[in-house]
């Protein structure tokens, strides 16, 4: 069975208003656990929309989204939370990092609502502070910090939860030949840890890479071609 | 426990990144129960002690009003109270007001009866004859009487005359004596010029409490250009005056109030977009709704509870180690004497707590509120602005 | 951590001084009712004294006590309360019967 899967999904913003806009119309598909899947189409397309609304952090306007066969479009907030703290690590095109709070904080976010000490955060950060290079600036201020940088914090707090899903909105986008290769490497250990990776790229040398084995391409909000290798 | 040590270390980070506004609020909060918590302890202490030191005033006294205004009190109309029955004793008091020129100050001018006295709290001792005086701490102080050792006012036949100061009150029991000249009954009729056959009113003595209210309307009755002031009535006027109703309330409800319009102002710079932004981000890394609210509860609870307890020990060291000198020049209005105030360092709990809860609850209301319906909100659309 | 522990400990530390305060309140009060506050009222006692001299502006500022309910006006009918003191002290009235 699939693990995450979607029917006939809708998203319309600003229904009903002069400037109703129907992102998402009709989109369905289905990514299995341990895929790396890959969202592509020009600005616009819906590809931020649909890695949301995946990401249980928006509701669709019609239509049904299962992650591990439940159905979380209907579900009550609460259990959105827990199913965004304890499956899904998102990587935001805009990084939504908070800007005046050091590389280490960012990082640790996603765990101050748990009960974990604070050495066991610690613990967890190193070794993906380490793998992305950015050790040494983590006492830094976000905002002191480079495009590559912040992307490459932004991952780090996806990957600070251990989860079984991670969502990357355009992770290359200002990272160099090199860094994306990293990133790309990074993905492939985590793949062959078992998790499940969703990409929304323009980055050719995403599409190009060996790791990815489906491709989902996208026009107008909806879907146009899936291709599966 | 350790969440919440880690949303409060983090509510601390915030308040740290809005470090302008975080110490504008802090302050003007800080100030303004400073200043509530002054008035507070302030008339509570002063209403303490006047409890008790006017246990010693007169048990009745008999005022004659003419035209409305007090007038001078015929001194035959003793003879006639003495024989009411519960009387114990009359005595005639002289005292009048002064105003000097000299340093714009108005002198209360009171005449002592007979007698050489001391007191435990006036060095020397009260005037013994016509050309003495004893005096406040505050007349001497403006008058340089200290020093001198004397004292020229001019009487009411405009001439100059000169007391040698024989005692000076205590700098302790200035709220009572700071404006006091006394000399002796004889000097005052004739420095006011007070017709021989008059007083300016009696002081009755009634040993039994019971029979004050009795005597009092029996004076009435007798002489109805009389108006009898019972020692009841006397310490009523100084709760009215520190009134428990009128002070406290007032002081608590007006705390209230300020802790709304601070909560008002913050809530009309309203939670900014940036602040939105965050709790979207929040949420969107899997901060539960209830872990964002904790985190403006904290927020909240850390700004007031903090600006509560400085402004409290503030305002305590301000009234009971500094003379309330900022309160004191708010209440001083025009006096140009006005007492230091020697207070006995003490607070009602009870009024601390419901001030307490009038300053810090609305506070703590007013940050998680707003933060509510962005809390609620999918984190996707809050994220995007 | 050393945020939280360090705001923890001020306002601990805050309650205690507030705490102490109120101890030290509680145990001064009686010795000085006993002395000062005896002191204070042997000279109210012998003076006759019915008033605090915190007001010395006007007569029925500096004896509220002694002043009817509209001294405040009696110099002159329609003069307005012009003493800063007037707005602090509410005007005196005692209600002409009273239970004791
Ligand atoms: N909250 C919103 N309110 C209104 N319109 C929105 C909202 N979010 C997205 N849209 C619109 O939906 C459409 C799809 O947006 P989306 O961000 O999904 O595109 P995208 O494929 O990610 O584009 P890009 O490659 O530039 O990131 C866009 O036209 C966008 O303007
Ligand atoms: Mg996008």
């Known amino acids: 069975m699939a693990l995450i899967t979607v029917e006939q999904v809708s998203k319309i913003y600003n229904s009903g208003m002069a400037d109703e806009l129907t992102a998402l119309e009709a989109v369905s598909l289905s990514i299995d656990n341990g895929e790396v899947a890959v969202l592509t189409g020009p600005s616009g397309s819906g590809k931020t929309s649909l890695l949301s609304l995946i990401g249980c952090m928006a509701r669709p306007t019609q239509g049904k989204i299962f992650v591990d066969g439940k159905d979380v479009v209907k579900l009550p907030e609460r259990f959105l939370t827990n199913i965004r703290r304890q499956r899904f690590g998102f990587i935001f095109q805009q990084f939504h990092l908070i800007r005046e709070l050091s590389v280490l904080n960012n990082i640790l976010l996603p765990l101050f609502p748990l009960q974990i000490g604070p050495r066991l955060m610690q613990d967890k950060a190193v070794p993906i502070l380490e793998q992305l290079k950015i050790a040494e600036k983590k006492q830094l201020q976000v905002k002191k910090l480079s495009g590559g940088e912040q992307q490459r914090v932004a991952i780090a707090r996806a990957l600070i939860n251990d989860p079984q899903i991670i969502i990357a909105d355009e992770p290359t986008a200002h990272l160099d030949s090199k860094l994306a290769q990293e990133f790309m490497d990074i993905l492939a250990v985590l793949n062959r840890e078992g998790k499940t990776i969703i990409i929304a790229s323009h980055d050719p040398f995403i599409h190009n890479h060996r790791l990815v084995n489906k491709t989902i391409s996208m026009r107008d909000g909806r879907i146009e071609g899936i291709a599966s290798r | 426990m350790s969440k919440h040590f880690k949303i409060i270390d983090y509510a601390i980070s915030s308040l740290l990144r809005r470090k302008y506004k975080s110490i504008a609020i802090l302050v003007a909060y800080t100030i303004t129960v400073a200043m509530l918590a002054s008035v507070l302890f302030l008339t509570h202490s002063l209403r303490t002690e006047t409890t008790f030191v006017l246990q010693g005033v007169p048990d009745l006294i008999v005022q004659r009003m003419l035209g409305g205004r007090h007038e001078l009190i015929p001194l035959n109309y003793a003879e006639t109270i003495k024989t009411i029955r519960g009387v114990a004793g009359i005595t005639p008091r002289y005292w009048g007001y002064y105003y000097d020129p000299l340093t714009e100050a108005n002198y209360t001018l009171l005449g002592t009866g007979s007698g050489v006295a001391t007191l435990d709290l006036l060095e020397g001792r009260l005037p013994g004859s016509v050309d003495e005086c004893a005096i406040g701490a505050g007349v001497a102080a403006l008058r340089g009487s200290d020093q001198s050792k004397e004292l020229i006012l001019v009487n009411s036949r405009n001439t100059g005359v000169l007391f040698e100061v024989s005692g000076i009150f205590h700098t302790a029991s200035t709220l009572l004596t700071n404006d006091l000249v006394v000399l002796n009954d004889p000097a005052v009729v004739d420095f006011f010029g007070f017709p021989p056959d008059k007083a300016t009113d009696f002081a009755v003595r009634v040993p039994n409490s019971n029979e004050v209210q009795t005597v009092a309307a029996k004076i009435k009755r007798l002489f109805p250009d009389t108006r009898p002031i019972t020692k009841r009535e006397l310490i009523r006027t100084y709760d009215m005056v520190f009134n428990w109703r009128s002070g406290m309330m007032l002081t608590v409800f007006s705390a209230a109030i300020i802790a709304l319009c601070i909560m008002a102002w913050d809530k009309a710079t309203g939670i900014s977009a940036e602040e939105k932004q965050e709790i979207g981000i929040l949420k969107a890394i899997g901060w539960d709704t209830a872990d964002v609210l904790a985190l403006k509860f904290w927020e909240g609870l850390i700004i007031s509870m903090t600006s509560f307890l400085t402004g409290v020990l503030l305002s305590y060291l301000h009234v009971f180690y500094c003379n309330a000198f900022i309160l004191s020049a708010v209440i001083k209005g025009w006096s140009v004497l006005f007492p230091t105030f020697h207070l006995t360092p003490s607070f009602n709990l009870f009024h601390l707590l419901t001030m307490g809860f009038f300053t810090v609850i609305p506070y703590i209301a007013s940050t998680v509120i707003p933060s509510w319906k962005t809390a609620i909100t999918d984190p996707e659309s809050v994220m995007r602005g | ?100």
Request: charged fraction near 15%.
């Open chain 3, 1 to 100: 951590m050393i945020k939280g522990k360090i705001f923890i400990g001020f306002i601990a530390l805050e309650c205690l001084m507030l705490v102490s305060a109120y101890l030290h309140g509680r145990t001064i009060q009686p010795s000085n009712q006993a002395s000062q506050w005896q002191a204070k009222r042997a000279v109210v006692l012998r003076l006759g004294l019915t008033d605090f001299a915190l007001w010395t502006e006007a007569r029925y500022t500096r004896h509220p006590s002694q002043a009817d309910f509209f001294s405040a006006f009696q110099d002159f009918p329609a003069s307005p309360d012009h003493f800063p003191a007037g707005s602090i002290i509410a005007p005196i009235h005692i209600p002409a019967k009273e239970t004791p």
